[in-house]
């Protein structure tokens, strides 16, 4: 019998990066779409469903070869009835079609395209407008209302000048969790407007629980400004998640975690997310980034502390894999 394949990310996201539009997130490198604007906005739409049919009819694109997303299909439902072809509605929407940021983190995967300039005013997005597009989106049918979920990623949406014009929209059509990634260095009040219209989860990476060592990651003085806005957001019907980064030679010490774990005790915030980072995977010695031994000892002294302080301790599951292999390749 023929195969056929499906992904269900290709059935569900779209990535809006800077240079490029996505047909699954950041962490594959599947297929793209050159810059939008609202006139082309049918390429995008063309190309996803060509990718569909293809998979359909077995045929794998180059971008998704080896992709452990890539699933064959047995039980899928065919989006082909009665010999017509209804494409699935998108329902993940990821923004980050712009790069300004009012900090610089050392560690910053993004700011390459940024030149890693501190932008203190709202701007434009250096690369497209995104509203127009989504507005079109809407129009021609091809987001799931009532299923979407939006990621705010970036830069960082303080700087972004469309920023409360998306979150409006997509409150308007009935979005059904909107998650904004940001420095927390400027409080969002749209954040406090949308509280209780949809499901929203604010995701701040502080890296740091004091002024220097904050300071040294993020390349700006603004710890305060970080811990005031938290006890802000805390106040909120929302999902507040605080992350910790862990960079080598900045914060990769029992001690430095201790006191992230302290400050958030200290303001009763109850998520976090410990990672590494990633830019270390791009330091390979003989092809591979061996995970540092004092790591692994870091990682037990954060789940136990943050267990003790009832604290959820999150460490998402790409990170325990990369632990547990002890290396980025292998
Ligand atoms: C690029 S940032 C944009 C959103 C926002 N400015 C922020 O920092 O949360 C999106 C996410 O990527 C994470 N990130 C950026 N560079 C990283 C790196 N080198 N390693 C791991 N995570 C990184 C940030 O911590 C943040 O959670
Ligand atoms: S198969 Fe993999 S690379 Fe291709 S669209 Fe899906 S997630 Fe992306
Ligand atoms: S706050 Fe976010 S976008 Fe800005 S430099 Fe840091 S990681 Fe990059």
Known sequence: MKKRYFCKRLYETLDFDALKVFYCCGTRTGPSCDIPNPKNIKNIIKKRNTL????????????CVGCFDLKEKTT??????????????????????????????????????SGRKIVLKSKKSDYYDLLPIIKELYKQNMIDKKGLDVHFQGGNVSVLDEFEDLVSIFIKNGVKRIEIATNGIEYLPI????????????????????????????????????????????????????????????????????????LMKELGIKNSELMIDQCDSEFMENGEFKIPTHYYELFTFYKNKCTQEGITPTIWEYIEEILTKGSFFK
């Open 52 to 63: 569909i049919k293809q998979l359909d009819k077995g045929i794998i694109p180059i971008e």
């Open 191 to 262: 954040i406090e407007q949308i509280a209780e219209k949809t499901f929203v989860d604010v995701n701040i990476s502080i890296d740091a629980g004091t002024k220097e060592t904050f300071k040294k990651i993020k390349t700006v003085d603004k710890f305060e400004n970080v811990v005031d806005n938290l006890k802000k957001y805390a106040k909120l019907p929302i999902l507040l998640r605080l992350k910790y980064i862990i960079v080598r030679g900045y914060n990769d010490s029992v001690e430095e975690i201790e006191k992230y774990i302290n």
């Open 76 to 113: 899928q439902k065919s989006f082909f009835s009665n010999l017509f072809f209804t494409p699935p509605k998108a329902n993940m929407i990821i923004v980050k079609h712009f790069k300004q940021c009012d900090c610089s983190c050392v560690y910053c995967c993004e700011q390459y395209l």
